[in-house]
Structure formats: structure tokens, C-alpha cells
């Protein structure tokens, strides 16, 4: 069965920093592209960044350029998004998504649970 398991989430004043975490069954993570969403209460789900299977390419939302990175480690089924100056508007719940293709559009085919991120100001 697909798993993906996100962690990293929690509080944090603005300017701070937070690392996620998304572990991926060996399965779903040989697939593809991994990618982060985030949706915040009363807004549509956006699509954050995603990463290549191995890295070369990437896709970041104009709203966090300069400020996250997502890479992965194949050798450990994990994908990260490093978070920097975080901002209030930042605050949602991330969801890490998993898809057989390698393209970088925003249609996945696996999801996980989601994990809350809380900025303060």
C-alpha cells in the first residue's frame, strides 16, 4: 500500500525556520516527482514546490522563491522542504504528494495526511 508520512510541522514566529518531512513507502518514491502543496483555511490548495526523481529539476511557487528548498534522498525514501523567513502567510496545512511521471505539473497520484505549519507574527 502507498504511504506517505509528513513531519516537521508546528509553531513558529516569523523570520523562524521549519524543515518537513516526508517519508515514502519504497514503492512510491522509486515512482517520480515528489511535490508539497499547502492549503490554508478558506483558500485553494497551492502548489508549493516539487523536485525530479533525481533531483535536476525543480518548481517553486512565486510565493516562497528565494525562501524554500525542497530536495530528497532516494537512499532514504525522504523528501524535505526546507522553510526560511517564514512569514504568517505561510501558515497552512502541507501535504507531500508522490506521482509516476517525472514531469513537474501538479497533478499527483498519491498523498499524504498533511502536516500543520503555524507562523506567528
Known amino acids: 500500500q502507498v504511504q506517505l508520512v509528513e513531519s516537521g510541522g508546528g509553531l513558529v514566529q516569523a523570520g523562524g525556520s521549519l524543515r518537513l518531512s516526508c517519508a515514502a513507502s519504497?514503492?512510491?518514491?522509486?515512482?517520480?516527482?515528489m511535490g508539497w502543496f499547502r492549503q490554508a483555511p478558506g483558500k485553494e490548495r497551492e502548489y508549493v514546490a516539487a523536485?525530479?526523481?533525481?533531483?535536476?529539476?525543480?518548481y517553486y511557487a512565486d510565493s516562497v522563491k528565494g525562501r524554500f528548498t525542497i530536495s530528497r534522498d532516494n537512499l532514504k525514501n525522504t523528501v524535505y522542504l526546507q522553510m526560511n523567513k517564514l512569514k504568517p502567510e505561510d501558515t497552512a496545512v502541507y501535504y507531500c504528494?508522490?506521482?509516476?511521471?517525472?514531469?513537474?505539473?501538479?497533478?499527483?497520484?498519491?498523498w499524504g495526511q498533511g502536516t500543520q505549519v503555524t507562523v506567528s507574527s
Open positions: 523536485i525530479s526523481r533525481f533531483g535536476d529539476n525543480t
Open positions: 519504497v514503492r512510491t518514491f522509486s515512482s517520480g516527482t
Open positions: 504528494a508522490a506521482k509516476s511521471d517525472y514531469g513537474l505539473g501538479p497533478q499527483y497520484d498519491y
